[in-house]
């Protein structure tokens, strides 16, 4: 298995990072090492798990400075990243790196599920240089594609890796890009390279949208200046500004449209938040590029987590009642190692929920007849229909390699 260097930044968010940290040392690549790059307090929380963590200290909201600082602490070929409001499976990062024993390979992108546990969130898109997303059906299993400086294979920050020497080479994350398209800007240069990118549908991992400075635990924003900015900056170095801004403009009203429609925004803060889209688009347009030297100082030595690798892994599965008894069930085989998964159905219309909880279980819960897709009818999940579907996906994703 190839050695890979993950790196997770955290800004404020110690508790979400914790949480990350206690999925990462469930996982089953037996040799993995763990840069974090948080804020102090994330720092300290992170210091108190007991790991051989390679950890930096950095607190500003610019998360391509963050990554190059992570990238220069890694000392593995392959780099992955994942977000701190994301938990990864356990079988999350074999997956994703295998690709790379093809020497072709510079990067590599798996899925994303929803808090439901069985809504995607994100699957395969590609991306074009005026920075819109084209999603295309990838099937079922690993597949290698070539890009260009106009389109690319799409990669989510929150699950992505890359060849070291091929990010270093072509100057690492661009820090012009404080949070949006960061990623797509890297993936356009990569595939400008000839390298290849692979998609992986079976690597996964589980986000839920923490809040944060710039939108509120209900994905609604709170503040579009930076989504201003990056765009005016990959429109200019990629694609065509005077076509596809007023597009990606018009995108971003009718997203505050429609918030406002259910009642989460009101007419004032449209104004305000396009005020902010605008000023943002103003800034980004004059910015400069800064990307970390092809080579630098030689990173300090890898530094592997202890005791991950292939282990056992338990479904439990009850009702809902029966939560208390099976609980302590689960914690019983935790302490064995295991990884385990404990199926909660009640029989209402409960919608269902995927979750790694703070014992490091997995749990999934919801009624026998809830909505399992967050605009899903009611209804479409019978006890037996959900208990296959919840299976077989747990199943075919704790398999090893």
């Avoid at 790059?37 to 950890?55: C, E, F, H, N, S």
């Avoid at 400075?213 to 994905?219: C, Y």
């Avoid at 029989?347 to 909880?357: A, E, K, M, Q």
Wanted: net charge positive; charged share 20%.
């Amino acid at each position: 298995m190839t050695p890979t260097s993950l790196i997770i930044v955290s800004r404020h968010r110690a508790c979400a990072l914790i949480r990350a940290l206690m999925g990462v040392a469930q996982m089953d690549h037996p040799a993995f090492e763990v840069i974090v790059v948080a804020d102090p307090d994330g720092i300290r929380a992170a210091q108190t798990l007991g790991l051989p963590l390679k950890l930096a200290e950095y607190d500003q909201p610019n998360i391509s400075a963050a990554r190059n600082i992570g990238l220069g602490l890694a000392a593995a070929p392959v780099v992955a990243f994942l977000d701190d409001d994301a938990v990864p499976e356990p079988s999350w990062l074999s997956r994703l790196v295998a690709p790379f024993s093809d020497a072709r390979v510079t990067a590599a992108g798996g899925f994303v599920l929803g808090r439901s546990g069985l809504a995607w969130q994100w699957q395969a898109a590609w991306v074009d240089g005026d920075g819109f997303d084209h999603p295309f059906d990838a099937g079922p299993s690993t597949s290698l594609h070539s890009g260009t400086a106009s389109r690319a294979i799409k990669t989510q920050g929150t699950n992505c890796a890359f060849r070291r020497e091929a990010l270093l080479a072509i100057g690492g994350f661009d820090e012009g890009y404080r949070f949006y398209l960061d990623e797509a800007d890297v993936n356009l240069r990569l595939a400008a390279t000839g390298g290849l990118t692979a998609v992986v549908p079976d690597a996964v991992v589980h986000h839920g949208y923490a809040p944060s400075a710039r939108r509120r635990a209900d994905r609604v924003p709170t503040d579009l200046t930076e989504i201003g900015h990056s765009l005016a900056l990959f429109t200019t170095r990629h694609g065509m500004p005077q076509t596809a801004l007023p597009r990606h403009i018009a995108e971003q009203k009718a997203r505050l449209i429609r918030h406002m429609i259910r009642g989460a925004l009101e007419p004032r803060d449209i104004t305000r938040l396009m005020d902010g889209l605008s000023r943002g688009i103003a800034s980004g347009q004059s910015a400069v590029t800064k990307r970390i030297a092809a080579v630098g100082v030689a990173p300090p030595a890898f530094s592997p987590l202890p005791n991950t690798g292939p282990r056992p892994g338990r479904f439990l599965f009850g009702a809902a009642k029966d939560r208390t008894a099976l609980q302590k069930t689960a914690l019983r085989a935790r302490k064995k190692g295991e990884v385990v998964t404990l199926i909660l159905l009640s029989r209402g219309l409960s919608p269902h929920r995927h979750r790694f909880t703070e014992n490091g279980v997995w749990e999934q819960s919801g009624g026998r007849f809830g909505r399992s897709f967050r605009n899903g009818k009611r209804f479409e999940w019978r006890n037996a229909t959900a208990r296959k579907l919840i299976e077989s996906k747990r199943l075919a994703l704790y398999r090893p390699l």
